[in-house]
């Protein structure tokens, strides 16, 4: 069964798995011990520190492990607003982050201090002027990824972190998705990543923090890990995370050549194979593996489900596939469709037959939630009726209805009238004004309503 989610968590390298089996034999010791057992275990684990610290591009006593890349970004967040406390309680995060970075940034707030959120344009990248422009002289950390997790495009480090320099911010790099890829740029303060994004055992976090950098570890003292991370060391798997760092590292420059490869084939192939399709992302500055696309009047978890009867393992961003039914965060931020959003993340090893399986099964998928759901076919609107405007009541509707009821009638008025649609729903605030873009309709707007919102369209065409 072909697994197209290797962004949420990367299969087992083998080398993993072999370091992982070895080292369970002679790294279960307490490394803190002087006896035979506790050394062979302490080398063990310095010799991991190392192999991940020539990855990342740092120091080895400048990196700590961690158990998970969660516990990284919060422990790396705390410990630098608390060591630069007295400069100032000023975060500054971008719209698109990780929800650990996110989460984070809501606990700083709800404690006193402030965030800014910086915005992201349609393909989900920040702009390095914009981000410049919102640091300030009591800016105590920014925080920037590396790569976004949900649709792959690569942020400006670079340029951000000579920003951050050159106001004095430390800056800290959220590395998860692309530090099996390679190094990030120059320039950060603090970097954080997780083992499971590259094929390593899950459990595993990195949490690089430079020398100079103010830091201050919040919560109970610990004498492990330097002190910023508490609790006995899992070293088999810390040396299978460190050992599949460096194979994944080795295989990159090929695997990456190969891997985008078959990524166009599925960015250019899906809108052609599949009506009303809308790939986000930036298609250049992107992380070679991942691509995501949304597709009109589609429920993503119906999809989703419908993928994986059909053998493809896939994730979503979509309102849909969330108990809260609001969209991504990041789908959100960029002002894209939402609803029958399709994340594919390739693992290595991904085979050409496999891709070309998924753009067989993708149309019939699609066409069957469409046709449940009651969709209208990509076709012109009707001619126009006498009336200048309706509303179309969808409240208590979920996506993508709201979208869909809005389709269906259009054509019943002239062109120069409008259709309101009353929606609870928060994914119409997205859906609708992308529908527009794609039927080229006019969005007007959002009004208002008593319950929800009612949001307008013009006739155009």
């Not at 959003?341 to 090893?349: F, K, Y």
């Not at 709201?402 to 309101?420: D, Q």
Request: hydrophobic share 45%; aromatic share 4%.
């Amino acid at each position: 069964m072909p697994y197209f989610d290797a962004a949420s968590a990367a299969p087992l390298h083998p080398v993993a798995r072999q370091a992982l089996l070895a080292a369970l034999d002679e790294g279960w010791a307490d490394p803190a011990r002087l006896h035979r057992e506790g050394r062979r275990a302490r080398l063990l684990l310095d010799a991991a520190r190392e192999a991940a610290a020539e990855a990342v591009g740092c120091r080895p006593d400048e990196l700590t492990f961690t158990s998970s890349g969660t516990r990284a970004v919060h422990s790396g967040i705390s410990g630098a607003l608390a060591g630069r406390r007295r400069v100032g309680r000023h975060l500054v995060v971008s719209a698109v982050e990780h929800s650990s970075v996110l989460h984070s940034a809501a606990t700083h707030e709800s404690g006193g201090g402030s965030v800014t959120e910086v915005p992201v344009d349609v393909t989900g990248a920040v702009r390095a002027q914009a981000y410049a422009s919102v640091l300030r002289e009591d800016t105590a950390l920014a925080c920037l990824q590396s790569a976004n997790h949900e649709v792959g495009t690569e942020q400006p480090v670079a340029e951000v972190a000579e920003a951050c320099r050159a106001a004095g911010v430390p800056l800290l790099v959220d590395a998860a998705q692309s530090l099996g890829w390679g190094p990030v740029p120059a320039g950060w303060s603090l970097l954080t990543a997780s083992a499971h994004k590259w094929g390593g055992p899950a459990g595993v976090g990195l949490l690089a923090v430079r020398k100079g950098v103010r830091f201050a570890v919040q919560g109970p003292a610990d004498e492990r890990e330097s002190g910023r991370a508490a609790g006995f060391e899992d070293i088999p798997a810390i040396v299978a995370a460190a050992a599949s760092l460096r194979a994944v590292r080795a295989e990159a420059a090929a695997e990456s050549v190969r891997l985008r490869a078959l990524v166009d084939r599925i960015r250019t192939r899906v809108p052609a194979l599949v009506p009303d399709v809308e790939v986000v992302g930036d298609p250049v500055r992107r992380l070679p593996h991942l691509v995501t696309f949304s597709c009109l009047y589609v429920d993503g978890e119906t999809l989703l489900h419908e993928l994986d009867r059909s053998g493809f393992s896939v994730s979503s961003g979509s309102s849909c596939t969330s108990s809260t039914l609001t969209p991504s965060h990041v789908l959100r931020a960029m002002g894209v469709l939402s609803e029958g959003n399709v994340r594919v993340s390739l693992p290595a090893g991904t085979s050409e037959e496999d891709v070309d399986r998924f753009l067989e099964v993708l149309p019939p998928a699609v066409a069957g939630v469409r046709e449940k759901l009651g969709a209208p076919a990509a076709t012109a609107p009707a001619p126009a009726a006498p009336a200048a405007s309706l509303v179309v009541d969808a409240l208590g509707r979920r996506c993508p209805i709201p979208v869909i009821e809005l389709a269906k009638v259009i054509g019943e008025v002239p062109v120069g009238g409008t259709v309101t649609v009353l929606s609870d729903d928060e994914a119409a605030r997205l859906d609708i004004p992308a529908w527009c873009a794609m039927r080229e309709q006019e969005y007007v707007g959002e009004e208002p309503a008593d319950r929800g919102s009612a949001y307008v369209v013009r006739r155009l065409s």
